[in-house]
């Protein structure tokens, strides 16, 4: 089975301050990467995804992600935040063809932007 | 386009009343459906999953249970709410037959069971 850690669960940051938030997975087999951004009472939307091949992944709204297999890593980050960035966070995986392409997901990072 | 809807947005439930969450897709077919509880200060709890018709498979033992009578319907139901049940609850769909890319969410129903 998998299993996603996200070692943050609340990161507060000043607007166009940089931000890194962590996401760690442990699993036997090869697995896809996601991270998803939700905003207060909304459901969930991808930000980026690793499926194979380069390690950094840029995503919308000017988040990256880069994928480290010997660390087991996805850390997200984005060089300068702004006050509607203020979201939880979450990382999943998957495993390829896997039965119901089930996503796991982490607990979840509260990111606070301040003025 | 896709696009996925659920209903309603907000409910307020007393204990032991019975439950029903719909979700439905527009725009593809054969997709996978999903069920994800969010409780207050915890991550997403996948519940069920559903391949196809009448196909539903259970992640956690517990009070609800789903239903997918056609093939972009997917339902959430509950004989006897408890209090336990209140959280936002999340409905998803993805491709089914390749490469995972990922799920498209509706915009959730929060559950206050009193």
């Known amino acids: 089975a998998q299993s996603v850690t996200q070692l943050d669960s609340q990161v507060p940051v000043f607007e166009e301050a940089p931000v890194e938030l962590r996401c760690n997975y442990s699993s036997s087999v090869s697995v896809y990467l996601f991270w998803y951004v939700q905003y207060p009472n909304q459901g969930l939307q991808l930000l980026l995804k690793?499926?194979?091949?380069?390690?950094l992944v840029k995503g919308i709204n000017g988040f990256e992600a880069e994928f480290n297999k010997s660390q087991t890593s996805f850390h997200l980050r984005k060089p300068s935040v702004h006050i509607s960035d203020t979201a939880e966070y979450f990382c999943?995986?998957?495993?390829?063809?896997?039965?119901?392409?089930?996503?796991?997901f982490g607990g979840g990072t509260r990111v606070l932007v301040k003025p | 386009s896709q696009t996925i809807h659920q209903w309603p947005a907000t409910l307020v439930q007393p204990v032991g009343s019975p439950l029903s969450l719909e979700c439905t897709v527009e725009?593809?077919?054969?997709?996978?459906l999903y069920w994800y509880r969010q409780a207050a200060g915890r991550g997403l709890q996948l519940l069920f999953y559903s391949v196809g018709i009448g196909q539903i498979s259970s992640e956690v033992p517990q009070n609800l249970s789903a239903s997918r009578p056609q093939d972009r319907q997917f339902i959430l139901s509950s004989k006897k709410l408890l209090l336990s049940d209140s959280g936002f609850y999340l409905c998803a769909w993805s491709v089914r037959s390749f490469v995972n890319y990922g799920y498209t969410f509706g915009s959730g129903t929060r559950l206050t069971v009193v």
């Open positions: 690793y499926l194979s091949g380069s390690t």
């Open positions: 725009g593809t077919s054969n997709p996978n």
């Open positions: 999943a995986v998957s495993v390829p063809q896997a039965a119901g392409n089930k996503l796991t």
